[in-house]
């Protein structure tokens, strides 16, 4: 068995060493390329991260321009305006796009919800359209909008990212949007 075993490696070596011509200089070329390369290390290259200040600028004036909330809404409901938009990191990539909402009463004292600052949020960046959407960096997997009255966390909604970029863009309707929805209380 064990002559028969090394009969058969040997007849494989000189097979093997026919198929193909190379020099000991090729050889040698060749085993250098792969040392180089195994011994380099992988650069990290970072998620690109978009002016978040640009972006709390262009939903405030959506806000503020009457397209999503108009002066009715503004004189008895509520101001908004976003605060802080953030994305934060885990394990190395960003995943959480979160927005810091704040909501003012007018009448009613307890007239901020987070649910309602969501959907006026969804609306002012699906004013917005595929334009805002494609500035969030693609590896995005959660939205969490913060609903604050005052210096009061009331609420946080959250969502996927892709739920919400698709009803931004236009290809879901607010039922589906909705129905992924998830509000968090603290």
Known sequence: ?????????????????????????QAVAGAQQTIVVASLVPTITPTPVPNEMVMVEKINLVLNDNKVVDDLSKAIDAHYQVMNIQFEPAGGMMIIFRMDVLCICVKNVNCCVPERTFVIIAHALKVLGRQFAENVPDTILETHVNCHN???????????????????VDTHGGYQLGNSVETLYP
């Open 150 to 168: 005052s210096d009061r966390l009331v609420g946080t909604v959250r969502v996927s990212w892709e739920e919400l970029k698709q009803y931004i």
């Open 1 to 25: 068995m064990k002559r028969s075993t090394f009969i058969l490696i040997g007849v494989l070596f000189f097979v093997l060493t026919g198929c193909g011509e190379m020099s000991t200089a």
